[in-house]
């Protein structure tokens, strides 16, 4: 019984020392950061021919990692739940091109802006549609929850369009549109921006934009000191060149917001 009770202590001291480690790296930051992401809005991020994830964001976060000393794990998750993934504590950090809005800022916590980026129409290039007041009647696509749908039900003529597709992602509804679908689609103009540079000749800009916004970086609520720590990894990345350099590689200039 004594030989028994002792070998009771040895084991309880040592889960003992091992549960307090493990919080101990918790508090201290070091656990991976999970980061849920869209993995089909190119350039921020998305899978290239190799199915790897690359893009901006994903190389502005490793990037924020390294100053933060954690590692970062890309999550791709359902757009649509991307809020309830970050409450729940599934992911620790919405970073995709997620725009910064009033009602968002009432789910999670934000950066600073990072970006600027507007909501654009796109239509096939030998489109008759021009201009806004030209989408009466017809049928226009765009991603389910998005900032898109927010700034086309800002605009006077949402109540002038035939119908309203709503699809996944971006990659469903570009397609979509180039057999004939739907007749427009609202989008980041970063992102369309990209498709047009790979696909010359096949789409083409509305002269005037839904709404101007800015990407933040979502962090969930209550969290205010993983908020700081990583608005300080992205000042110092502002300060010593390195989100210039990433900005340069993915849009040909500097475009992060200081």
Known sequence: MKRLASM??????????????????????????????DDKFAPMGFRDEKNEIVG???????????KMGQAV???????????????SGRIDLIWNGYTITDERKGKVLFTKPYLKNAQVVVTKSNSPVTKLDDLAGKVVGLQSL???????????VKSKIKSVTEYADNVLALSDLK??????????????????SKDQGAFKLLTDSLAPEEYGIG?????????????????????????AKISEKWFGENKVLK
């Open 56 to 66: 901006f964001d994903i190389d502005y976060a490793k990037a924020a990692g390294e």
């Open 8 to 37: 009771v202590l040895v084991v309880a001291a040592a889960l003992s020392i091992f549960t307090g480690c493990s919080s101990k790296g918790a508090e201290n930051g070091s656990k991976e950061l999970v980061i849920g992401i």
């Open 146 to 156: 998005s900032s898109a749908a927010d700034a086309l039900n800002a605009n006077p």
């Open 219 to 243: 962090v969930k609520k209550g969290n205010e000191a993983l908020l700081q720590k990583l608005q300080k990894a992205l000042d110092d990345m502002n300060q010593d060149g390195t989100a």
């Open 179 to 196: 057999i004939g679908r739907v007749e427009a689609v609202v989008i980041d103009e970063v992102v369309i921006k990209y498709y047009m």
């Open 73 to 87: 794990k890309f999550q791709p998750i359902d757009w649509k739940t991307k809020e309830s993934e970050l409450s």
